[in-house]
């Protein structure tokens, strides 16, 4: 049987005898190896590993679906939960062996408001006693009342805004929590939170270029690492922020992403929509189309979130021009059900 030896940040090391055959993050979690987790369907990248070079122990298992980038696969990354071992060797996480792993906690919704034709800002506070810690950028799995079903949202807000946390929440006609949200929810309604998850998070660099690609609600992780980085004293990076959505009736908040601008004097806001009358400072076009590719260089640090086909053509765009693939960062905000 191989053994795959699991390494973490704080220098805990647990060995695995594995067979092929089932999911490593399965049989790794049966041997007590703290391997993160959440959607365990090769979508959420919550139990990414890398290798020491390219190739690994690891290999896709036939038939799961895996939301890694050709880039990462060239990096040797792979996800634990739709591989299998297929040799010995080693596997190591960016992560203490002995990190907090996602805690329950329930929260009071203190208000629902529009914010674009076709999405809400969901703000709730936590509960006295309960408490939730995460990283700006993470998300959370929130319950739908009455059903059984839970959907992740990713906080707009930062960490030191506790016990208070936002949500940038697109309305779908007809989706679940669509409707929860908008013909049910009110305030001080009970919500039960579960997370945080995801490694998506600012790599806190204080000169590299830091550039945001926002999809849609894929702004609400980017507000929060924002809101992170205007928290932190001292010089701040040179930053732009290109946010892309349908319609400029869609496009969220854009006042106060304006006010953001002009609180952070090294931010630089790009505003676009596909379709309908654009006007002002606002594009026509994407998130992507709104950037001058020229300026960046391979320093530049990327942050991308949205729908899936946003991430693929901005990492592979990024990378055209010479941003390595480990100054790239990404959240795909996954459709519920697709996988
Ligand atoms: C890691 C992660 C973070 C996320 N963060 C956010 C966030 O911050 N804000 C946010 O608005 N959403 C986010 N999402 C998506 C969110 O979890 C839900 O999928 C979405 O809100 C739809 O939920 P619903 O219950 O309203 O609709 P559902 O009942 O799930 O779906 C109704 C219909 O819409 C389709 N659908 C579902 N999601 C989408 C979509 N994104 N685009 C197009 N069609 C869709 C479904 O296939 C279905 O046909 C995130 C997803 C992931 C995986
Ligand atoms: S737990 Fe493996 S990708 Fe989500």
């Known amino acids: 049987m191989p053994v795959v030896s699991c390494h973490f940040t704080d220098g805990a090391s647990f060995e695995v005898d594995a067979d092929s055959g089932e999911s490593f993050l399965e049989v790794a979690l049966r041997h007590g190896v703290p391997i993160r987790n959440q959607c365990r369907s090769g979508t959420c ?40 071992v297929t040799s010995e060797g080693d596997i190591y996480f960016d992560y203490p062996s002995d990190e907090a792993g996602p805690s329950e906690a329930k929260c009071f919704i203190d208000s629902i408001e529009w914010i674009a034709s076709d999405a809400v800002k969901l703000t709730v506070e936590l509960a006295d006693g309960d408490w939730l810690d995460f990283r700006s950028g993470q998300y959370v799995e929130i319950a739908v009342p009455d059903s059984s079903r839970c959907r992740s949202y990713s906080m707009c807000t930062a960490p030191n805004d506790l016990p208070q946390l936002a949500f940038m929440v697109r309305i779908l006609a007809g989706g679940l929590m669509s409707e929860y949200l908008t013909t049910i929810a009110k305030p001080d309604d009970v919500l039960t939170l579960r997370g945080p998850f995801g490694g ?46 349908a319609t400029p009736e869609a496009l969220l908040a854009p006042d106060y992403l304006r006010l953001l601008e002009s609180w952070m004097p090294t931010l630089s806001l790009r505003l676009s929509a596909e379709f309908g009358d654009v006007e002002g400072a606002v594009m026509r076009g994407n998130a992507l189309t709104a950037i001058d590719f020229s300026a960046v260089t391979p ?11 946003l991430i693929n053509a901005a990492t592979k765009k990024l990378v055209e021009v010479g941003v390595p693939a480990t100054n790239i960062y990404y959240e795909r905000f996954v459709a519920s059900g697709a996988t």
């Open 299 to 309: 320093q530049t640090e990327a942050y991308v979130c949205g729908p899936e086909g």
């Open 45 to 84: 990248l919550s139990c990414l590993g890398r290798y020491a070079a390219g190739s690994g122990p690891l290999s896709p298992r036939p038939g799961r679906p895996s939301s890694l980038l050709p880039v990462d696969k060239e990096q040797g990354k792979a996800l634990c939960c739709v591989s299998e």
């Open 200 to 245: 998506f998070a600012w790599s806190g660099s204080r000169s590299a270029p830091q550039l945001f690609i926002a999809g849609g609600t894929g702004l609400s992780p980017i507000c929060s690492i924002l809101h992170e980085i205007r928290n932190v004293a001292g010089a701040k990076p040179p930053m732009t922020l290109s946010l892309g959505c």
